[in-house]
């Protein structure tokens, strides 16, 4: 029986390679060469990296969803609350590189001109160590604002837990890749 195994384009199915452990199989496994084994690799890799960028993304979405959430409830409290119980601090979610960013500023007001809008001036606040912020970068906030912080916060922390799950699938994909590299050059 002739197989042409480089004419496949398409990955084998699971259960076909597991039938080709069969001690008796052993022609139709010699048939099998070097160059769709690296190819069923180089797909693997390329499958789950995108996997995890789609994880990262949806995630991302997520987040934005409870900065969204902070935001329509901030806005409705700044409408209600005197001037000195106006909230200060924002957030703002983002992917940078292959990371997830769900962070927080405090926003102070400069006038640049006598009798026109005043400028808007930013000023990240440093998480620390650990996935969430400390509630006592926000003590100077209203009640109102240091209740809805720690609600967002919260759920925040535990999406940056996931996002560090998926990095460290990354870096194990990484791996996986160099050592697929290793395997399939003059190296070994």
Do not use: C
């Not at 199989?25 to 769709?36: A, K, N």
């Not at 069923?40 to 995630?59: C, I, M, N």
């Not at 926000?138 to 999406?159: C, S």
């Amino acid at each position: 029986m002739d197989r042409n195994w480089e004419v496949f384009e398409v990955s084998l199915p699971t259960e076909r390679w597991l039938n080709l452990l069969d001690p008796k199989l052993e022609e139709e496994r010699s048939e099998i060469t070097e160059d769709l084994l690296e190819a069923e690799g180089r797909e693997f890799v390329a499958e789950v990296r995108s996997k995890l960028d789609h994880a990262l993304a949806v995630l991302a979405v997520e987040a934005q969803q409870e900065a969204d959430m902070y935001w329509n409830a901030h806005k409705s409290a700044r409408e209600e609350a005197s001037e000195d119980e106006q909230g200060r601090v924002g957030t703002r979610v983002r992917i940078l590189g292959v990371s997830l960013v769900a962070e927080w500023y405090r926003n102070r007001f400069v006038e640049q001109v006598p009798g026109q809008k005043k400028r808007v001036l930013s000023t990240h606040i440093k998480k620390g160590r650990g996935y969430a912020y400390s509630m006592s970068h926000f003590k100077k906030e209203p009640a109102w604002a240091q209740e809805l912080i720690q609600e967002v916060e919260t759920r925040y922390a535990a999406l940056r837990q996931r996002a560090t799950a998926i990095a460290k699938i990354r870096r194990a994909l990484n791996e996986y890749e160099r050592l697929l590299n290793k395997t399939h050059s003059d190296e070994v």
